[in-house]
């Protein structure tokens, strides 16, 4: 089993910084990439940012410039950097990773339980 652990949610000002974190652990071969989505209440889930394991970045359009994803392929573990939150930004973050539990096997997607984020003065 995988299994997806987030933390670094909580209440913070417009304009303010968290960083979210996210480690997977479990019976991993091999991470092909990790990222975050985020749902706010009475929307679908968007995606936000992923990394590959070559390092590779990819942002949606809404948090370019203002969000960063970075990762510690040995720990298996992801970081999202957030500035210059805006109260739109307020969500559950979810991480997921696409991982192979064995050699040459699939890479399914791994959920965590997500993180609440409130931006609000």
């Known amino acids: 089993q995988v299994h997806i652990v987030e933390s670094g949610g909580g209440l913070v000002q417009p304009g303010g910084s968290l960083r979210l974190s996210c480690a997977a652990s479990g019976s991993i071969f091999r991470t092909n990439a990790m990222g975050w989505y985020r749902q706010a209440p009475g929307k679908e889930r968007e995606w936000v940012a992923l990394?590959?394991?070559?390092?590779?970045?990819d942002y949606a359009d809404s948090v370019k410039g203002r969000f960063t994803i970075s990762g510690e392929n040995a720990k298996n573990t992801v970081y999202l950097q957030m500035n210059s939150l805006k109260p739109e930004d307020t969500a559950v973050y979810y991480c997921?990773?696409?991982?192979?539990?064995?050699?040459?096997?699939?890479?399914?997607?791994?959920w965590g339980q997500g993180t609440q984020v409130t931006v609000s003065s």
């Open positions: 990394i590959i394991n070559s390092g590779s970045t």
């Open positions: 997921y990773a696409d991982a192979q539990t064995v050699v040459g096997g699939p890479s399914r997607r791994y």
